[in-house]
């Protein structure tokens, strides 16, 4: 039984956590060309991202019950080897509906860091200490797959959209025997689990704990903010700012910068002041750069710095929310932290996806649908926190 765990295996169970959302979004350069390639539409061919995401969500709440009860590395590998069979199987789909398939399969398996990775670090950490090593998995998670489309472009320029596949393939076979050689089995004592109703049981166990309420609902909005604009900004820079679409980018290097820096202020600042302290700290930093967004833009400064600056400030602020509201879920159950982690990662997967979806269905030109739906998420989600937990709830 391992006391704590070395920066090298952190940095695997980062690689291994970011590996589901980095095989969900490494794709995104190659729908267009999957569309062509199986000439079908593009709604069609945007159901091998937009299920990809309802597998992840799916997938959360097993990982974490079956982790706990037959163990953190064995469940991880397994994951790991579904991610591999997924992957094969869009090399070789001679359909769309087969490859669509084969995604699914895929991020069912690549959902499995999210889960058990916070999990172990629950098993090893307390709750102060685990909250600095969740952030550097949720930098790593959310960074990587920032960064997949461009090298997924970059392959569909030098070579095909299989190539795509064949590389996540490649990772997952190589994180599956650092993960067999270099892991340590966390997990103290399995818990019972019979099957899918004792999951539900579990998994309605923990919605009955008022503090898990408020940490994860704080997770799921949190990730609401984030998932908002990361799934309308694309369109915004076009048809609102009327800029060329490759400007997106370089003004997108704000977001994720923001990100890092919030995650390396709870990592280093997160034990003097707290889990509850951090997250109400970073949930007022998200509302004022969400609000200046808006201020910005209703004084007639429409240009994409106004939106973006402000709301780098915003993920700032999610950066230092996020790890704690997660550290603060597992820990609110430690004898059932795998479900915890689970449950967590399909509410902040299932909200955003539904999220996204919004963003797009109320998108009525401007920038103010989509920062209204930011600001209220927000807002709910540092009122989750302090409604739900108790002040002395993280200690």
């Not at 994951?79 to 069912?108: D, F």
């Not at 889960?115 to 930098?139: F, G, K, N, Q």
């Not at 539904?354 to 998420?377: D, E, K, R, S």
Request: glycine share 8%.
């Amino acid at each position: 039984m391992t006391t704590h765990l070395s920066k090298g295996l952190i940095l695997l169970l980062a690689m291994v956590s970011a590996l589901g959302p980095v095989a969900m979004q490494i794709l995104l350069p190659a729908i267009p060309i999957i569309k062509e390639s199986f000439a079908v539409s593009a709604a069609v061919a945007q159901l091998t991202l937009s299920l990809s995401m309802a597998a992840i969500a799916v997938a959360t709440l097993a990982y974490g019950p079956l982790s706990d009860r037959y163990g953190r590395k064995p469940v991880l590998m397994a994951g790991m080897i579904i991610t591999i069979i997924g992957s094969i199987l869009c090399v070789l789909a001679p359909s769309i509906e087969l490859l669509i398939a084969g995604r699914i399969v895929q991020a069912a398996g690549g959902a499995v860091g999210m889960v058990v990775a916070r999990a172990i670090v629950r098993d090893v950490y307390d709750a102060r200490e685990a909250a600095s090593v969740i952030a550097t998995l949720v930098m790593v998670m959310v960074v990587m797959p920032m960064l997949s489309p461009a090298v997924g472009g970059e392959l569909m320029v030098r070579l095909d959209w299989h190539s795509v596949f064949i590389l996540v393939a490649i990772i997952s076979a190589l994180l599956l025997g650092m993960l067999f050689y270099a892991l340590p089995e966390t997990l103290r004592e399995p818990t019972i689990f019979t099957g899918v109703g004792d999951m539900l049981r579990c998994y309605n166990a923990l919605m009955r704990v008022r503090v898990f309420q408020g940490y994860s609902l704080s997770v799921a909005f949190v990730s609401v903010v984030f998932f908002s604009f990361i799934s309308a900004a694309p369109e915004i820079m076009v048809s609102v700012f009327e800029r060329p679409a490759t400007e997106y980018g370089y003004y997108f290097i704000m977001i994720p910068l923001g990100f890092m820096i919030g995650n390396y202020v709870t990592r280093y600042y997160g034990r003097k002041f707290g889990i509850q302290r951090m997250i109400d700290y970073g949930s007022q930093i998200s509302l004022a750069g969400i609000s200046l967004a808006i201020v910005l833009q209703l004084f007639g400064l429409h240009h994409p710095a106004a939106l973006f600056l402000p709301i780098a400030l915003a993920i700032f602020g999610n950066g230092i929310t996020l790890p704690n509201a997660q550290a603060g879920a597992i820990n609110a159950a430690p004898h059932m932290a795998g479900s915890a982690s689970g449950l967590t990662g399909f509410m902040q997967m299932g909200f955003s996806a539904v999220a996204a979806q919004t963003v797009a269905l109320i998108f009525n030109g401007t920038v103010y649908p989509m920062l209204v739906l930011m600001l209220a998420a927000a807002a709910i989600s540092l009122l989750s926190f302090r409604l739900l937990v108790p002040v002395d709830a993280a200690h």
